[in-house]
């Protein structure tokens, strides 16, 4: 089938590449989005979707707004757009491009997270598992119709940066079987359940600051959830409050009561920097002074002390 990529975030780049080279199909062009400033020095710099199609001589379009690209979509003659975190919602006319379908893969079990962060979500929540949804798209925000399923293990290690991988390379399977279904068709089309559906938008830096009020737990699953993005931090006391960064904590388990949440329990180099919390202890193992390294947290002791009972922000 004659297949039309739309997306934009790293996360579709296995589903691309297997669309590229796979035999059954052909990727007669590639939809994403402009290319923006990126780095201290503002490089203009184009997404990593369009880098690959351009290297396999595929057609790219960047259009500002999607909608007003229908008839260059047209154009490509497409059976099926396949779309993955494209960044913007595509409208009826858009929809209604490809001959047979439009599909999107979207990064949970539907109706369980629709929206912009569906992998930090379920981390954050404490969840066993997660997924590849593949859905007939509609005019809402992954409202349409499953048309597939796969389930994916969060392990008790996963990160929101290794469980996006996971998933990514999971999705071209999930994709192929979906392919394969549209083209013997008539596809599956399970209607979701809006009752039970939730919802995860986009993250900024600013929902990464730990509140110490919570419980370790929660802390601890916040901390992986938002690892590489947006990351977790915590304010130093000082005349100027300085930001900084966790990137791996643990739980201890079964902590006594403890003092006012936020308050520095230990901050020896050998035993690590401990926090209370709102519920239990939480030990920061890796962390990151503000234009510094990351580190372990006992280094960063040794270079900085921290004195018990300070109160963190």
């Known amino acids: ?58 057609p790219v379009l960047q259009p500002l707004k999607i909608r007003h690209a229908v008839e260059e979509l ?13 960044g913007q919602i595509l409208s009826r006319d858009v929809l209604n491009v490809p001959k047979l379908a439009c599909l999107n893969i979207h990064a949970s079990l539907l109706p369980k997270y629709r929206g912009a962060s569906p992998i930090q ?12 949804t593949i859905m ?9 119709d499953i048309l597939l399923m796969d389930r994916v293990t969060i392990e008790p290690t996963d990160t929101g940066g290794t469980l996006h991988d996971k998933l990514a390379l999971a999705a071209p399977s999930s994709l192929e079987e979906a392919l394969d279904l549209i083209a013997s068709g008539p596809a599956p089309r399970k209607a979701q359940d809006n009752a039970l559906a939730t919802h995860c938008g986009k993250l900024k830096r600013e929902d990464g600051r730990l509140d110490w009020t919570r419980p370790a737990v929660e802390l601890e699953f916040l ?74 947290a006992g280094d960063f002791l040794r270079g900085k002390g921290l004195e018990t009972g300070l109160l963190l922000g």
């Not at 062009?29 to 400033?37: A, E, I, L």
């Not at 900084?244 to 050998?270: F, M």
């Open 1 to 58: 089938m004659r297949i039309l990529f739309i997306g934009t975030g790293d996360i579709g780049l296995p589903s691309l590449e297997w669309l590229i080279y796979t035999p059954k199909h052909q990727v007669v062009g590639v939809v994403t989005q402009p290319d923006k400033p990126a780095g201290r020095k503002l490089v203009l710099t184009p997404p990593q979707t369009k880098v690959r199609a351009q290297a396999a001589g595929i």
């Open 74 to 86: 047209k154009a490509f003659n497409a059976d099926v757009a396949v779309v993955v975190a494209y």
């Open 121 to 132: 979500a379920a981390i954050r929540a404490g969840d066993a598992e997660t997924g590849v």
């Open 136 to 144: 007939h798209m509609d005019e809402g925000l992954d409202t349409g």
């Open 223 to 296: 901390i992986r959830a938002y690892n590489p993005w947006p990351g977790t931090f915590t304010l130093l006391p000082g005349d100027k409050p300085a930001p900084l960064k966790v990137h791996r904590a643990r739980v201890i388990p079964e902590a006594e009561s403890c003092p006012a949440p936020g308050t520095v329990v230990s901050s020896d180099p050998k035993t690590g920097l401990i926090v209370a919390c709102g519920q239990g202890l939480l030990a920061l193992e890796e962390v990151q002074a503000e234009g510094g390294k990351k580190m372990a």
